[in-house]
């Protein structure tokens, strides 16, 4: 089944104890992005991947880091979390940037920053 | 600096009722405009994408409309149903994807 896969689901940890969120496609995309959904903010994006090895700045990138090592792997990095990144993250692939290319997004990642 | 917007942000309609949820956008220069479902706590579904040459775009009882020249989408709900009742979110899409902040939709039995 074609799929962007996330992990984990949910994590409560604490401030300034490093954290990876993991996300996976299977459907030999190019492009990955990561965002976070804020009440009230709507869903920002945090970093894209336009192929391996490359990767920017979404809108609120202050806080994270990205790798894109493989192609199917965009891990998202938190290395000294922080209360206000307490939020719904969500990764999304598509095959590539352009008129034609849907967005997948995967089920999401509940985090908490205690 | 692209901004999506969605109106309304709310909408509360009896069971059976045709509606329309509109979302408008600043910069015409896009690639797509996608049409998402988010329930309650889960992730996006994408309902419809409309490349940035289309006019319009249908699947079921949904059709989404663009027009990039006023930077205007449209999405079409025919025959609403209690399961319709869901957050739908508009996203443009240039070198990254600018949301909107979304309508919550509820249909009412």
């Known amino acids: 089944e074609a799929q962007v896969t996330q992990n984990p689901r949910y994590l409560i940890t604490v401030t300034g104890k490093k954290l990876t969120v993991t996300c996976s496609q299977n459907?030999?995309?190019?492009?990955m992005s990561w965002y976070r959904q804020d009440p009230g903010l709507g869903l920002r994006q945090i970093y894209y991947?336009?192929?391996?090895?490359?990767?920017d700045k979404g809108d609120v990138p202050e806080g994270y880091k990205v790798s894109r090592k493989e192609k199917r792997n965009f891990p998202l990095i938190l290395e000294s979390p922080s209360p206000n990144q307490t939020s719904l993250y969500f990764c999304?692939?598509?095959?590539?940037?352009?008129?034609?290319?849907?967005?997948?997004f995967g089920p999401g990642t509940r985090l908490t920053v205690l | 600096k692209q901004e999506v917007t969605q109106i309304p942000a709310a909408l509360s309609v009896p069971e059976g009722e045709n509606l329309v949820l509109n979302c408008s956008f600043t910069?015409?220069?896009?690639?797509?405009l996608q049409w998402f479902r988010q329930d309650p706590g889960k992730g996006l579904t994408s309902l419809l994408l409309?490349?940035?040459?289309?006019r319009e775009q249908t699947s079921g009882r949904l059709n989404a409309s663009l027009d990039k020249s006023s930077g205007r989408s449209t999405l079409y709900i025919a025959a609403s149903q209690p399961g319709d009742s869901a957050t739908y979110l508009c996203a443009v899409l240039i070198n990254d994807m600018r949301f909107g902040a979304g309508t919550r939709l509820t249909v009412k039995p």
């Open positions: 409309i490349q940035s040459s289309q």
């Open positions: 459907m030999n995309h190019e492009y």
């Open positions: 999304a692939s598509s095959f590539r940037l352009g008129p034609y290319n849907e967005q997948f």
């Open positions: 991947s336009m192929n391996v090895e490359v990767t």
């Open positions: 910069d015409s220069a896009i690639y797509n």
